[in-house]
């Protein structure tokens, strides 16, 4: 029952870290290609872990042995284990492979695998959680002293082969799966294996033979069965575990120092041992430790050697080494003091690992850490708060200055020009009406007035594509991304920037299609027909009068008889022809060329809002929705990562 409360505790930080992955995950994607690349990697190479961890056995817990050279880290974890495992590691030809003590077989292969750990010892069913008897062997550097003194170590199969039958077992001949480990002195309570008798000395024999045997490059141990008398949680339905006892970090083998590196970032437990004359080493804190503050609850440290101090000396050394983890932001870690060869703190440091061993739950406490110090790692690239979109004066600024690069002045100028150039030639003075159709169109010029093609089909001879217009469109491109990134903070608003800027070839070619595919009533009026006719009847009056002067003229000259002229009010009807003509003329030129000053005026303020209308819609389309998607992407960045490092 005590199981199943400890797994219903531990399911909210399972769901949690669900959560904060996906989040996690979010804030990769949309930060690619935004954030600098070693962050990404860290970030990909966190969460590929994180995926690969949780698709393997969470019955098992892996503890990662850490150690400097000399600190005894084999001698611990034969204590921790009670074997002498970790000495047959030692003897072997390569050092930089790690060893692998392995409390329930089942599902550890797997993980094993991915750990890419060759070097296994198995511990038989029944065999106790980190018993935590220790080796006294007289030295603290685990390495075997081949004087077999009464011990017996564990047998050892090559990794692949199959189990031995138990009757082979029995016998005591071939592979031998039941020798025991452990010292004379130690043979008591918590003593594992039976180092007197016959079968004792055949063990120890058989392992002093095999000991001179080169091994293979990957094998798999058995070690000895617990006795009977000893406590055990039988692995079946208890928690497994996998101690590891890794290289020197500080060693100089370049391979040594990669095997710690990588596994580093994989164990679900990192125990750190040192010793009394080392325990501030440098390259430990400031390589390791310093980059680990979010991994309290999965950090273990062991101050081995122990027994070399005064001991009163030794409540004020674990003290300094106290506050230097907390220094490194490590304050709420517990530092044990240890002896792998007295055999002090063991019990009181295997209770530790066995306890987070129990819970099966450190691997997730470690998913979370490596978590949240990916969120931290983010936290400098996220906004405190949301990006504002763009405002509204700043896109209405960006549409008036796109609008001026587009010369949307000069094609209004054009349209006034063009429509009471049209008006004259129609509703003008026949005499002087002519004159209108000398001057050059104005629409014509900018090519603008190509009546038989579509409007999309039409190409206009605007300056866009000139040096200054291109630099006036730049320009209102750069103000914009300023005003739209705001206070972002980087990369983000050097991203939002480029964005806006990046947009500009696209703009260009945009806006030359909206000013040609607007329409700039490029056709006549009904008035203009109107005033023709009337122009031309006064042109007609003024003509016939004319001709009707003209032939008393000529019949006065070759003194005919002359006509009598008919007259109104006194006044000749051909005079008045003349004259009523020429005023109503003049009169109707005069009203027309009022009227198209108007009707031009209008023209001109429509075409114009039509044309900042669809410079408008350019900048929505080309520059305000990728801004704005920018602008989103960022939020949802910021979002994502704060999300991620409050774990909801």
């Keep these: 029952m005590s199981r199943r409360r400890e797994a219903v505790v531990e399911a909210p930080l399972a769901t949690r ?61 034969n204590a921790l284990s009670g074997t002498a495992a970790a000495r047959v590691a030692a003897r072997r030809p390569t050092t930089s492979e790690p060893l692998a003590l392995v409390w329930g077989r089942q599902g550890s292969d797997e993980l094993l695998d991915w750990l890419d750990v060759r070097q296994r010892v198995e511990l ?19 390495l075997d002293d081949d004087d077999g003194g009464g011990e017996a170590g564990p047998a050892v199969r090559n990794h692949g082969e199959a189990a031995q039958s138990s009757s082979d077992a029995g016998t005591g001949t071939g592979s031998v799966a039941g020798s025991g480990a452990g010292s004379g002195a130690g043979s008591g309570a918590g003593a594992i294996g039976d180092s007197g008798g016959a079968g004792g000395a055949r063990r120890t024999g058989f392992l002093r033979r095999l000991r001179r045997r080169p091994a293979a490059p990957s094998t798999v141990h058995t070690a000895p069965p617990a006795p009977p008398a000893a406590p055990a949680e ?33 164990v679900d437990v990192l125990l750190w041992v040192v010793d009394p ?22 950090t273990l440290v062991a101050l081995n050697q122990a027994d070399r101090l005064e001991p009163q000396d030794v409540p004020a050394v674990t003290a300094s080494l106290s506050a230097i983890l907390a220094g490194e932001g490590l304050r709420n870690v517990v530092v044990v003091p240890v002896s792998a060869r007295t055999g002090l703190g063991i019990d009181v440091l295997a ?13 997730t406490r470690r998913m979370a850490a490596d978590a949240a110090r990916s969120a931290a790692e983010l936290l400098p690239f996220a906004p405190d708060h949301p990006v504002r979109p763009p405002s509204d004066a700043a896109r209405e600024a960006l549409a008036d200055e796109l609008g001026t690069a587009a010369g949307v002045r000069v094609v209004v100028d054009a349209v006034r020009s063009s429509y009471r150039r049209d008006a004259h030639a129609t509703a003008g003075w026949p005499v002087t009406r002519w004159v209108a159709g000398l001057r050059p169109d104005p629409l014509r010029r900018l090519n603008l007035r190509s009546r038989d093609l579509a409007p999309e089909l039409r190409t206009s001879s605007l300056p866009l594509a000139q040096p200054a217009q291109r630099a006036r469109v730049d320009h209102a491109l750069r103000v914009f991304g300023d005003a739209a990134a705001g206070d972002a903070v980087e990369p983000w608003r050097t991203s939002i920037r480029d964005v806006a800027r990046g947009t500009a070839d696209h703009v260009t070619d945009d806006l030359d299609s909206a ?8 056709g006549g009026r009904a008035w203009w027909s109107g005033f023709g006719v009337l122009q031309w009847v006064a042109f007609a009056a003024l003509v016939a009068g004319l001709a009707w002067l003209g032939v008393l003229a000529v019949l006065g000259f070759l003194q005919l008889p002359a006509i009598d002229v008919p007259r109104v009010e006194g006044f000749p ?28 005026a209008r023209r001109a303020s429509r075409v114009r809002r039509r044309l900042l209308a669809a410079c408008s819609r350019v900048a929505d389309d080309a520059v305000l929705l990728p801004v704005a998607r920018e602008v989103g992407r960022c939020n949802a960045f910021g979002s994502a990562v704060q999300a991620a490092s409050s774990g909801r």
């Design 124 to 142: 038989p069913d029944g065999t106790p959680l980190v018993p935590g008897v220790a080796i006294n062997d007289g030295h603290d550097d685990g």
């Design 17 to 77: 870290l669900t959560v904060v992955l996906d989040h996690l995950q979010d804030a990769y994607e949309l930060g690619l290609d935004r954030l600098p690349g070693d962050h990404l990697d860290r970030l990909a190479v966190a969460l590929d872990r994180a995926g690969a961890r949780r698709s393997l056995s969470a019955d098992h817990t892996v503890v990662g042995v850490f150690g400097p050279t000399g600190s005894g880290k084999s001698s611990l974890v």
């Design 277 to 298: 004359q080392k325990y501030a080493d440098a390259a430990l804190h400031h390589d390791f430790l310093r980059g680990l503050a979010t991994h309290e609850a999965v």
């Design 515 to 522: 000013v040609t595919g607007t329409d700039l009533e490029t």
């Design 573 to 600: 009807v051909p005079t008045l022809l003349i004259l009523g003509g020429l005023a109503a003329g003049l009169l109707l030129g005069v009203l027309a060329a009022l009227l198209a000053r108007w009707g031009a």
């Design 234 to 266: 039988p692995l079946h339905e208890g928690p497994g575990l996998i101690l590891l006892d890794l290289p020197d970090f500080d060693s100089t083998a370049l391979a040594h120092r990669g095997v710690v590196d990588r596994l580093t970032g994989q």
């Design 351 to 363: 209770d530790q690992i066995r306890a987070l061993a129990q819970t099966r739950a450190a691997a």
